[in-house]
T-cell receptor, first 116, second 114 residues
Framework: AQTVTQSQPEMSVQEAETVTLSCTYD???????LFWYKQPPSRQMILVIR??????QNATENRFSVNFQKAAKSFSLKISDSQLGDTAMYFC?????????????FGKGTLLTVNP | DAMVIQNPRYQVTQFGKPVTLSCSQT?????MYWYQQKSSQAPKLLFH???????NEADTPDNFQSRRPNTSFCFLDIRSPGLGDAAMYLC?????????????FGPGTRLTVT
């Protein structure tokens, strides 16, 4: 079974600063997807960034980038130039590629607060 | 503009009184999911539909049922809610099951059981 661990229940950062959220996972699969989802207060969860395990290049979406270390099973999210609107719960998630395992396995989340 | 709509946003029911939560989508996606998210916890998949095919997670209690009368709508029925069923219920959709396809989430229905 796959597990996803987010070791930081809460974090805070000053506006315009950079913050990194940690995520580790455990799997015996070789092909899979990793995701970071953002859940703002009282709003729906949205996908921030996705990484395919077979791609060595780290995914980037504007101010969001990941550091994917496959051998270490680590998948951290870096948010640059933090904005007040980045305040949210961030979930790291995992899904195997192919087969019948369709399920997103989420970590417990990291509550990020961006302070003015 | 809304893509995944959940009604109601807040639902209060009594212990043991059946309740139905609704989800609709404008994306014409094949897959619809129901997640349960308890306070300060990760979302937990209850079941999903691929088109009309229903797939239940092994640890989903029998108390939870689902219906998908057409592509656009999916319902979550809780036959006899207990206090432990109080949670946020999230509906999500995706074009297909693979991780190559993004899951789009609705805003959730917060269920309170009194």
């Amino acid at each position: 079974a796959q597990t996803v661990t987010q070791s930081q229940p809460e974090m805070s950062v000053q506006e315009a600063e950079t913050v990194t959220l940690s995520c580790t996972y455990d799997t015996s699969e070789n092909n899979y997807y990793l995701f970071w989802y953002k859940q703002p207060p009282s709003r729906q969860m949205i996908l921030v960034i996705r990484q395919e395990a077979y791609k060595q290049q780290n995914a980037t979406e504007n101010r969001f980038s990941v550091n994917f270390q496959k051998a270490a099973k680590s998948f951290s999210l870096k948010i640059s130039d933090s904005q007040l609107g980045d305040t949210a719960m961030y979930f790291c998630a995992f899904m195997t590629s192919g087969g019948s395992n369709y399920k997103l396995t989420f970590g417990k989340g990291t509550l990020l607060t961006v302070n003015p | 503009d809304a893509m995944v709509i959940q009604n109601p946003r807040y639902q209060v029911t009594q212990f043991g009184k059946p309740v139905t939560l609704s989800c609709s989508q404008t994306l014409n996606h094949n897959v619809m999911y129901w997640y349960q998210q308890k306070s300060s916890q990760a979302p937990k998949l209850l079941f999903h539909y691929y088109d009309k095919d229903f797939n239940n997670e092994a640890d989903t209690p029998d108390n939870f049922q689902s219906r998908r009368p057409n592509t656009s709508f999916c319902f979550l029925d809780i036959r006899s809610p207990g206090l432990g069923d109080a949670a946020m219920y999230l509906c999500a959709t995706s074009r297909d099951l693979s991780g190559a396809y993004e899951q789009y989430f609705g805003p959730g229905t917060r269920l309170t059981v009194t």
